[in-house]
């Protein structure tokens, strides 16, 4: 009988002593084992990127079941369950399915050398090979050139959402480095959306398109976006798009939607798809307003709200949004692991946070200790203070300021700590 997914899950992470160890041999060995799954999906849409990647390819979804079609996507980490990794035919993956693919990929194994991403990953692809769908939608872990999803000889589509500096420790210490990791997802003549780059991504990945022949289709200049009058337009060699707003919050989000609607309107996707890629996408921890639940309960009186972004250029993001929103007292509730950059991440936020309460991430073992966390705050200029947990931080709010608005951010892990206890 198979064992539940959490368990099966639970023995995958001792297949390989690290977490992360970029290559994809042992990728290769079972997707060989298993019969080559990835050969078997329908078209495949492949997402890099520091920021973005997730939202744009929630706007894609979106915009693909707008027009009627049916979507398989793969995207990590998970918030609160692991299914949220796997949507198979445009549903969560149901527990059995899941236990399933999970059960079949560590028999395949044999007991070998794998890293918990690599496995999940094949089985994903197992799952997805099983049920017929229009197009998968698939969002690198880290990096790309060696990155456990790059196995597609010829996806329909690339995309490489914008780059900055995060997991410097595996992907190169300059943004030119970090770019060649991500270019890594270029196939040859496969074209590539390309959102807002800095320059020096931007000739990186320009350089390896040449020479792979494959076309771009890059912001600046093959596509713009921008608002105007609280709309959102768009315009490419087709012509403008005049749409609503994202659904989702943040300035950012607009960029984000240039590149889904730059990639679906060169796959001849119809203004229905284009209209539900803005109106429809759902993309929890990103700038999500919590209104209903415990946690909201405490704070009856504030605006509530949960964001996942924990690099500098996420950070910056959060400011812009802080920026363009009534002025209301507001208070930061912030966890970080201890391998970001968290100077970077909180110094665009001090001039739009009236004070930060720290927390450690329950339960994560490279939480920065809170302590630590607030004094860092405080190096950038925040009035910082410490507390035991989001409910102490909340109550502590809701006592001295009710009406505030309330962000909790710094981490995905102390987002799916968030929407746990929200019941998500």
Request: aromatic share 4%.
């Amino acid at each position: 009988m198979t064992q539940g997914s959490d368990a099966i899950l639970a023995r995958m992470m001792s297949l390989h002593p690290k977490i992360i160890d970029l290559t994809l041999d042992r990728v290769w060995r079972l997707l060989a084992a298993l019969d080559h799954p990835e050969r078997q999906m329908p078209p495949v849409i492949h997402a890099a990127g520091t920021n973005g990647k997730g939202s744009t390819l929630a706007m894609l979804r979106a915009g693909y079941e707008g027009a009627g079609k049916t979507v398989h996507a793969y995207t990590s980490p998970h918030l609160a369950r692991f299914h949220e990794r796997i949507r198979v035919a445009g549903k969560l993956i149901d527990e059995d399915a899941l236990s399933a693919v999970l059960d079949e990929c560590w028999q395949r194994n044999g007991g070998e050398s794998i890293t918990y991403f690599e496995i999940t990953t094949c089985a994903a692809y197992l799952a997805f090979s099983r049920s017929a769908a229009d197009v998968a939608l698939i969002e690198t872990g880290l990096g790309g050139r060696l990155d456990a999803t790059n196995v597609f000889d010829t996806p329909a589509l690339t995309v490489i959402t914008p780059i900055s500096l995060d997991h410097q420790q595996y992907l190169g210490e300059t943004l030119a480095e970090i770019a060649g990791e991500k270019a890594g997802i270029l196939k040859r003549g496969v074209p590539c959306v390309v959102g807002p780059q800095p320059d020096e991504a931007m000739q990186v990945i320009e350089a390896r398109a040449a020479r792979l022949g494959a076309p771009l289709l890059a912001h600046g200049q093959h596509w713009q976006v921008w608002e105007e009058r609280g709309r959102l337009v768009f315009q490419d060699e087709n012509g403008l798009l005049d749409l609503p707003l994202p659904n989702l919050p943040g300035a950012h989000q607009i960029e984000n939607a240039g590149a889904a609607l730059a990639a679906l309107r060169h796959l001849a996707l119809g203004p229905e798809a284009c209209e539900a890629a803005v109106t429809r996408a759902d993309w929890p921890a990103r700038m999500q307003r919590l209104t209903e639940g415990p946690l909201p309960a405490l704070v009856p009186q504030a605006e509530l709200w949960l964001d996942g972004g924990h690099n500098p250029a996420a950070g910056a993001a959060l400011a812009r949004h802080l920026g363009g929103l009534p002025k209301r007292p507001t208070h930061l509730i912030c966890g970080m692991l201890n391998t970001k950059d968290i100077a970077g991440y909180l110094r665009p936020l001090a001039d739009h946070a009236d004070r930060l309460i720290a927390l450690s991430i329950p339960g994560e073992a490279n939480t920065l200790p809170a302590g630590e966390t607030a004094r860092v705050a405080a190096s950038v200029g925040m009035v910082s203070q410490v507390a035991d947990s989001v409910e102490d931080a909340l109550q502590r709010i809701a006592s001295d300021t009710p009406e505030a608005r309330i962000l909790i951010c710094g981490s995905l892990y102390l987002a799916g700590d968030v929407l746990r206890k929200q019941g998500g």
